[in-house]
């Protein structure tokens, strides 16, 4: 990388949250006295009696997971948000004490019957079925009223909180925008009435030429999708996935997109996997446009990964002390990060030859 000036602790500006991380590179020189060691964390399990996401199994409450063959949905049978939530009583209460009515649905989204997989060793077909119904549970939530966004995500891994390692998402939808997405929704309008331009139309172009200048963030990319260690990233192999197209939601997709899609996704998690020979745990999400009935022109669809793991398969980062109270930190750069990703195989390292 010609750049050596960021070699030295510097900040760096993420426009869409108008956040800024510390970056500080030459703490990787620092020992490491901690475990380092490797777990492949993959069950070869494929069916779990004990799973309630396992076809034909019961769940809490008495309902039964049908003997689904693709992906299944369902309401979460222990939802955060419930579609007929009262408004709290908070009148003539102190202003500071404000509360408001959320109303909302969650539900679960199993991407295949076979327990032991995951999205990094899926098929990609079986991945755009999961893109399919990601699709139209956006565009079935979010025609209802009092619904204005809808959150798609992915928990992978019981470093992340995955409490069930069967391969399932979650569809949370809300009455309100929540906080990251309105942070979005907010830097992207402001761009676009101050540049006449996408914010991520434009990024994507500055990470296209950025080879040349600073050795480049690029992981992997098709013909309809590019995946980064952003600029700005926090978690230090971090990744945004961006559509090439200016798309605001899955329901702007082409067939073709949705299939692109997929295929990206399979990319991204199989690098991930290959890192450090584990099945890497992350949190993954879509952000779209809201659902409030606005055109939301400025809002370009993404993914965002934010995986927690830093030096091996255990490993992890934390985000405590000055991170907590002052600002995010990170010590290996997007740029090395960016490069190791590109350097392992593009096939999972579980395939056997
Ligand atoms: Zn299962
Ligand atoms: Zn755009
Ligand atoms: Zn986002």
Same mark, same amino acid.
């Given at each position: 990388?010609?750049?050596?000036?960021?070699? *030295? +602790? &510097?900040?760096?500006?993420? +426009?869409?949250?108008? !956040?800024?991380? =510390? %970056? *500080? $590179? &030459?703490?990787? !020189?620092? $020992?490491?006295?901690?475990?380092?060691?490797?777990? *492949?964390?993959?069950?070869?399990? &494929?069916?779990? $009696?004990?799973?309630? =996401?396992?076809?034909?199994?019961?769940? @809490?409450?008495? @309902?039964?997971? +049908? @003997?689904?063959?693709? %992906?299944?949905?369902?309401?979460?049978?222990y939802a955060a948000l419930l579609p007929d939530s009262p408004a709290p009583e908070t009148d003539g209460w102190p202003a500071l004490l404000r509360a408001e009515r959320e109303r909302g649905l969650c539900r679960v989204l199993c991407f295949h019957p076979d327990h032991s997989l995951t999205l990094a060793r899926m098929e990609v077909a079986d991945i755009r079925r999961v893109v399919d119904a990601w699709t139209a549970q956006y565009g079935s939530l979010? @025609?209802? $009223?009092?619904i204005n966004y809808v959150q798609i995500f992915e928990n992978r891994g019981a470093m992340m909180g995955a409490s069930n390692p069967h391969p399932h998402g979650q569809i949370w939808s809300t009455e309100h925008i929540p906080d990251e997405p309105a942070t979005e929704t907010a830097a992207q309008a402001e761009y676009r009435q101050q540049n006449g331009s996408c914010l991520l139309c434009d990024y994507q172009k500055v990470e296209q030429e950025a080879g040349t200048r600073d050795g480049g963030r690029i992981i992997c990319e098709n013909e309809g999708f590019l995946a980064v260690v952003p600029w700005w990233a926090v978690w230090p192999f971090e990744a945004l996935v961006l559509s090439k197209a200016h798309l605001r939601s899955l329901t702007d997709f082409s067939d073709e997109q949705r299939s692109l899609l997929a295929d990206i996704l399979k990319q991204v998690t199989t690098r991930y996997d290959n890192l450090f020979a584990t099945s890497f745990p992350y949190t993954m999400g879509l952000h779209q446009s809201p659902t409030d009935g606005q055109p939301h022109d400025e809002w370009h669809f993404h993914a965002h990964f934010y995986p927690p793991l830093l030096r091996s398969a255990t490993v992890r980062k934390f985000m405590v002390g000055f991170e907590m109270l002052g600002m995010p930190q990170r010590d290996i750069t997007p740029e090395s990060a960016a490069e190791r990703l590109r350097a392992v195989a593009a096939e999972h390292f579980t395939v056997k030859k």
């Open positions: 990388m010609p750049t050596t000036a960021f070699q *030295s +602790p &510097h900040r760096r500006y993420n +426009p869409l949250k108008k !956040q800024w991380v =510390l %970056v *500080s $590179p &030459h703490r990787t !020189q620092r $020992p490491w006295q901690g475990e380092v060691n490797t777990a *492949s964390g993959f069950s070869d399990v &494929h069916y779990d $009696p004990a799973c309630y =996401l396992c076809p034909g199994n019961e769940r @809490a409450g008495g @309902a039964t997971t +049908p @003997a689904y063959e693709h %992906v299944y949905v369902f309401d979460n049978d979010g @025609a209802i $009223p009092e």
